[in-house]
């Protein structure tokens, strides 16, 4: 379903990288621009954000929030609680979607004083419409509230319901974060070509294509990765060479507990700022 003017009026609280993203998104698919306002300090940001949609950016929160039927929290989790604060006695009538990691929705209930609470844990690739949001909603959301969130998380790429609020961190540690995982690999893999004697651009293709396509190969097969990785390593070849290289060296066991690294520091952002 495509967002359109029987979307309720949206308003942002925080309009950096994810609002810009979701918000993108929103537009590309049809939403009008009139139905969102923008909460958000930074001049430039605001220009940006002006200049790029054509949506309404005020400096700080005010009356104009009241008109909207979602809020959406797009924070850091360092200043959620004083952005909740400033912008609590205008989103009453609202159901809040927050994007904020670690923060639980226990300490965003009692900061807005309602129970009609979605967390989302989306990530960057929403800019291009390939993102993936892990999504928990409090038993007081209604279908129908849900329903509306996914039609807008939706215009920005896939989503996945979780059970317990806690699976969001480590939604957070695999896919929230992952775009920099994979960012990091594509960096590693453009030095090896480069060090190998190719010239960067191409070293950098042949990286992004390589993820892209076995990706998209992994998506559509219905064989695990395992198989997958199998057909690539030959006995006795050059696969099987990197692969024994990274197995001596426990690259994957230090990748998993980077991940789990990744989820602590989400357990620790609801401790140090949720209270
Ligand atoms: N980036 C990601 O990959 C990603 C993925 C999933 C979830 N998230 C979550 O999304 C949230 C936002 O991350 P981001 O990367 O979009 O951060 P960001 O680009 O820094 O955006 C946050 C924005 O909120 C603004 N802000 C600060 N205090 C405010 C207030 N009191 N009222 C309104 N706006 C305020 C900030 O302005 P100033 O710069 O002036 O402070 C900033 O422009 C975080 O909680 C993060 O955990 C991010």
Do not use: C
Request: hydrophobic share 45%; proline share 4%; charged share 15%.
């Amino acid at each position: 379903m495509t967002p359109s003017s029987s979307f309720p009026t949206m308003a942002f609280i925080g309009g950096g990288n994810m609002a810009s993203a979701i918000i993108g998104g929103l537009i590309a698919k049809g939403m009008p621009a009139s139905q969102i306002l923008v909460v958000e300090p930074w001049e430039e940001a605001r220009a940006s954000l002006r200049k790029n949609f054509g949506i309404v950016a005020l400096p700080e929160a005010s009356a104009a929030l009241a008109s909207a039927g979602l809020a959406v929290w797009a924070v850091k989790p360092q200043t959620f609680k004083d952005a909740a604060a400033a912008s609590a006695e205008f989103t009453r009538h609202a159901v809040h979607l927050s994007i904020a990691a670690g923060i639980t929705s226990d300490s965003i209930a009692a900061w807005l004083a309602t129970d009609r609470i979605v967390r989302a844990m989306p990530n960057t690739p929403a800019l291009v419409g390939k993102g993936i949001t892990g999504l928990f909603a409090r038993a007081a959301v209604t279908t129908n509230e849900k329903l509306l969130i996914e039609q807008v998380i939706s215009t920005t790429g896939q989503f996945v319901w979780v059970k317990d609020e806690s699976n969001l961190d480590a939604v957070t540690a695999i896919s929230g974060s992952g775009p920099a995982y994979v960012f990091l690999f594509l960096e590693a893999m453009t030095q090896a070509g480069k060090d190998m004697g190719l010239p960067p651009e191409q070293a950098y293709q042949l990286a992004v294509a390589t993820f892209q396509g076995g990706s998209e190969l992994a998506a559509r097969s219905s064989e695990s990765p395992d198989v997958l990785r199998q057909r690539v390593t030959s006995k006795g070849g050059t696969t099987h060479a990197a692969i024994v290289h990274m197995q001596e060296h426990k690259v994957l066991e230090h990748f998993i507990d980077a991940m789990r690294a990744a989820e602590k520091r989400a357990q620790e952002l609801a401790v140090e700022f949720g209270k």
